[in-house]
């Protein structure tokens, strides 16, 4: 089974490196395709250098501007050949060791998609207010699709190929998570959770997601529980 990995990456000078570099040392057969969405610090040229020392496994693509994760998440699936995908944020929050536990329901043949929840899993201690916002999420996802999620806003979603090129995808921003939650609910696609490792980090080292965001969650859940 080949995995295709899409990272999408805005102004990760400090961390870029060292996740590619765990990103490469799964064991699994991987195509690794990293989006640059406009970065403006000393990321593209990191970037360009681990290209080119990893031709057959790293496809590189450029956004001349920031753009936003969901439109980078598309830009990465037009270039995807491998069986499943998963997404991985450019910072050290998620493990590329936790891929083995994503993939073994789909490669058990008893899923179609499989969320790393954070709050099963090892997690770093942080903020109470983004605990309560992620926790309001699920509940709004739980509610409107009538599942029993732990964590919708996770990055970790891994899904078949075939079922996430079936879907039309909107989003540019990180209103990508609820959009692909709410669409692959809606197919009936078989999901399931397992535990993942989170090291979270705060503003200071470089986290982006803020209130707003969590509005737009909102509106994306509730848009799409009735149109597509």
Same mark, same amino acid.
């Given at each position: ?8 990456? +805005?102004?990760?000078?400090?961390? @870029? ?14 195509? !690794?395709?990293?989006? $640059? ?6 990321? &593209? ?31 990465? =699936? ?12 450019? $910072?050290?929050? +998620?493990? &590329? ?6 993939? $073994? ?14 709050? !099963?899993? @090892?997690?770093? @201690?942080?903020?109470?207010?983004? +605990? ?5 999420? %699920?509940? !709004? ?8 999620? %732990?964590?919708?806003? %996770? ?7 075939? !079922? ?13 998570? &609820? ?5 692959? =609910?809606? /197919? ?6 397992? &535990?993942?490792?989170?090291?979270? /980090? %705060? +503003? ?16 994306? =859940? ?7």
């Amino acid at each position: 089974m080949e995995l295709s990995i899409i990272m999408p990456v +805005y102004n990760e000078e400090d961390t @870029v490196e060292e996740i590619v570099k765990r990103v490469l040392a799964e064991e699994h057969q991987k195509q !690794l395709i990293i989006v $640059d969405d406009g970065s403006t610090d000393g990321t &593209p040229e990191i970037l360009r250098r681990l290209a080119e020392q990893h031709p057959g496994t790293i496809s590189l693509v450029i956004h001349t501007e920031n753009r936003g994760k969901g439109a980078a998440v598309r830009t990465g =699936l037009k270039r995807v050949t491998g069986d499943v995908v998963i997404t991985q944020d450019a $910072d050290l929050e +998620y493990d &590329p060791a936790d891929y083995e536990v994503l993939l $073994d329901p789909i490669e058990e043949g008893i899923a179609d998609v499989v969320y790393g929840s954070r709050f !099963l899993g @090892v997690h770093r @201690v942080l903020f109470f207010w983004h +605990y309560l916002g992620n926790r309001f999420l %699920t509940f !709004l996802t739980n509610l409107l699709y009538n599942v029993n999620l %732990t964590d919708m806003e %996770t990055c970790y979603k891994a899904i078949r190929t075939s !079922l996430l090129k079936e879907i039309t995808l909107r989003s540019n921003r990180f209103d990508i998570e &609820p959009e692909i939650t709410a669409k692959v =609910l809606k /197919r009936g696609a078989r999901l399931y959770e397992v &535990p993942i490792k989170y090291a979270g /980090r %705060t +503003y200071s080292e470089g986290k982006k997601i803020g209130w707003r965001d969590g509005l737009q969650a909102i509106w994306t =859940l509730l848009k799409y529980r009735f149109t597509d």
